[in-house]
Nanobody, 121 residues
């Protein structure tokens, strides 16, 4: 089970840190990621991190502003979001699956419930 938290209302230029707590099983060998879905839009990829934390990937729209990290001892994945823009407004979802190539080649099997991030201008 994945439990996302940390969303909220923030002004443009501000920061938020999202957390995704894993319970019920260990995801230490899973690729973990964040996706988001803005109102009226399809869900889109934001970032991923390999199980070791040694490799990360980001959508072009968030590169340089967002940082994904994980703490396997705490079974938690984080998304630090800086320099937020109104277009970052969305429901953010964490996801996980086995991905030997370090990328999601199919839709991940495990999803959190989502946390809403609203960025005001």
């Amino acid at each position: 089970q994945l439990q996302a938290s940390g969303g909220g209302l923030v002004q443009a230029g501000g920061s938020l840190r999202l957390s995704c707590a894993v319970s019920g099983r260990t995801f230490s060998h899973y690729l973990m990621g964040w996706f988001r879905q803005a109102p009226g839009k399809e869900r889109e990829f934001v970032a991923t991190i390999t199980w070791s934390g040694g490799s990360t990937d980001y959508a072009d729209s968030v590169k340089g502003r967002f940082t994904i990290s994980r703490d396997n001892a705490k079974n938690t994945v984080y998304l630090q979001m800086n320099s937020l823009k109104p277009e970052d407004t969305a429901v953010y979802y964490c996801a996980a699956d086995l991905a030997p190539r370090g990328v999601f080649t199919t839709i991940p099997r495990y999803w959190g419930q989502g946390t809403l991030v609203t960025v005001s201008s």
